[in-house]
């Protein structure tokens, strides 16, 4: 039964097959179709997962340039959006630069604040950045500006401005604004004074006076009204470095005032002529009004006066002195009809009265003695211009050393003379010695005694008169030394001319000042050359 359903069963299949034996080929047919084209869509896929990587990473690009894109539209349009804004902000530059170079320096100060808030916050931005290097060359740029209108002749107002926007733009401390500001006005005062011409010591120095007195109080008073000296009302902090800003002001004032006082001395040695006593007093002047600003300095000018006056009057006594050698040199002692007539006696002269000053007329006698005598009082009167009481030693002393010198050239000539004298010629030497000792001394001292008057120079020792004998020679010359070089020559006399005996009531006669101008001997034409008499006028 079971080899029956079996045997069935395959015949059923059979013709099941014979039957349906196309459908079974068409179902194999599509099958190898099939399976073919898996392969292709196997082989599709494995170039497709080949390509997935770079198909990734484009897309990741595509996606990231997008955004980029993105960004940078939203950049523009913001940028569309704030056009205005930052087209302010790129020509704060431009802006700058026009205003310092236009004096707007207020705009200028307020520019430079907002860049410095614009740094302080967005310091990273290279744009910013290179804006705020710009506007640091235009700072600079204004304060050079501002430095060099300080150089200038700028009024209060103008300096209060200037100093003000300096301490605004906080680049100097208290101590450099200060020293900043002297040296600026200092070099405009040296620019006024460097074009003084220097030709005529006297125009030069007046010139001067004139230009510091005036300019010189000026820049003080600027800097008075602009800075403080006051002390400051909270205490340094312990460890901070403190300047005393009061001494560099009064620094600067004692170097101009000592700057001043070298020009004066340097052009006074130069030679201002017969004007010493105006120059004095626009020195004091000058002195007095910077007393009101606490920088009297009138107490040193008094030295350089006397240096200067001492040192004119030492050198014409030395020309003087020149000239006598050179007269004696040439000199003939002459029996002129005045002298023969008082070969034995002595012709009586007009008795001089005390406290004048008229010159022994005697002296004519004797040209030498004269034109000597001449430049004596031509020095005298110079002096007399600037004739402070400290000078009475160093005139007294020079004036001594000259008539010392005098005496030896008296001397010289007598030994290179002595031996072709003839009596009358001895006579007439004599005479000129007696005249030089007797006569020439004694005027010199009452010339010495109005120029420094005994009283006078008692008070400033602070001593009585009577005693200023004790000093030694203040205010007349010592005649001993010149009597004992000349004793031998002389003849003897019961009393002999000395200052501290004879006429001393009349040598201190008080005068308070000298003529305007020293009487001058003339000797005759027939005793003196026409050169010694053009000397002389």
Same mark, same amino acid.
Request: hydrophobic share 45%; net charge negative; with cysteine.
């Given at each position: ?9 395959? #015949? ?8 349906? &034996? ?35 990473? !484009?897309?990741?690009?595509?996606? #990231? *340039? ?37 004096? $707007? ?28 290097? *710009?506007?640091?060359? !235009? ?83 600027? $800097? ?60 004091? $002047? ?13 107490? #040193?000018?008094?030295?350089?006066? #006397? ?55 005697? +002296? ?27 000078? =009475? ?25 002595? =031996?072709?004298? !003839? ?16 006569? +020439? ?26 005693? +200023?004998?004790? &000093? ?14 000349? =004793? ?28 305007? *101008? ?8 027939? =005793? ?10």
């Amino acid at each position: 039964r079971l080899a029956e359903e079996r045997a069935q069963l395959l #015949q059923q299949t059979r013709d099941l097959a014979f039957a349906n &034996y196309k459908t079974f080929i068409r179902g194999a047919e599509c099958t190898e179709r099939i399976h073919r084209l898996f392969g292709d869509v196997e082989a599709s896929l494995g170039r497709l997962l080949d390509r997935l990587p770079s198909f990734q990473q !484009s897309c990741r690009n595509f996606v #990231q *340039e997008a955004e980029e894109i993105s960004s940078n539209r939203r950049m523009n349009t913001l940028t569309l959006n704030r056009h205005t804004e930052i087209l302010e902000i790129l020509e704060i530059p431009q802006l700058m630069d026009t205003c310092v170079r236009n004096s $707007y320096y207020e705009e200028a100060l307020e520019l430079a604040a907002y860049v410095h808030r614009l740094e302080r916050k967005y310091s990273t931005i290279p744009v910013i950045q290179g804006i705020v290097n *710009e506007v640091r060359q !235009s700072m600079q740029l204004m304060l050079s500006q501002m430095i060099q209108q300080l150089r200038t002749n700028v009024q209060l107002p103008a300096c209060l401005r200037v100093i003000g926007y300096l301490r605004r733009m906080d680049v100097f401390t208290e101590a450099e604004l200060r020293v900043k500001f002297l040296q600026a006005r200092d070099a405009w005062l040296r620019s006024i004074l460097t074009a003084i011409p220097s030709d005529d010591p006297y125009f030069h120095i007046t010139k001067t006076i004139e230009a510091c007195r005036v300019h010189l109080f000026d820049i003080i008073t600027q $800097y008075r009204a602009i800075f403080s000296d006051e002390d400051p009302l909270l205490p340094p902090a312990v460890g901070e470095h403190t300047v005393n800003e009061g001494a560099i002001f009064h620094g600067w004032v004692l170097q101009k005032v000592s700057q001043f006082l070298q020009v004066l001395e340097a052009d006074l040695c130069r030679g201002i002529g017969g004007r010493l006593d105006s120059l004095l007093g626009q020195c004091m $002047y000058f002195g007095l009004s910077f007393s009101r600003v606490g920088a009297d300095f009138r107490g #040193q000018l008094a030295p350089v006066f #006397q240096r200067v006056a001492i040192t004119t009057f030492q050198k014409a006594i030395q020309e003087a002195v020149e000239k006598f050698q050179d007269e004696m040199n040439s000199y003939t002692l002459i029996s002129a009809p005045a002298i023969l007539g008082s070969s034995n006696v002595p012709a009586p002269m007009p008795a001089t009265q005390p406290g004048t000053l008229q010159p022994p007329m005697v +002296l004519l006698d004797f040209p030498p003695l004269a034109c000597f005598l001449n430049s004596i009082l031509v020095a005298f009167n110079d002096l007399r211009l600037c004739c402070p009481v400290a000078l =009475a030693q160093n005139v007294t002393d020079t004036l001594e050393d000259a008539l010392a010198k005098v005496t030896k050239i008296i001397l010289a000539f007598h030994r290179a003379e002595e =031996a072709a004298f !003839s009596s009358g010629e001895q006579e007439l030497f004599i005479q000129f010695c007696t005249v030089f000792l007797e006569d +020439l001394f004694p005027y010199l001292n009452r010339c010495l005694q109005v120029l420094f008057p005994p009283a006078q120079i008692a008070q400033t020792l602070g001593i009585p008169p009577a005693q +200023l004998s004790k &000093y030694g020679n203040l205010g007349h010359v010592n005649v001993d030394m010149v009597q004992e070089l000349l =004793a031998f020559i002389l003849p003897k006399r019961e009393t002999v001319f000395s200052l501290d005996q004879g006429p001393v009531p009349e040598l201190m006669a008080p005068a308070p000042e000298l003529p305007a *101008e020293e009487p001058s001997l003339e000797p005759p034409a027939a =005793a003196c050359p026409e050169s010694e008499a053009a000397e002389m006028e």
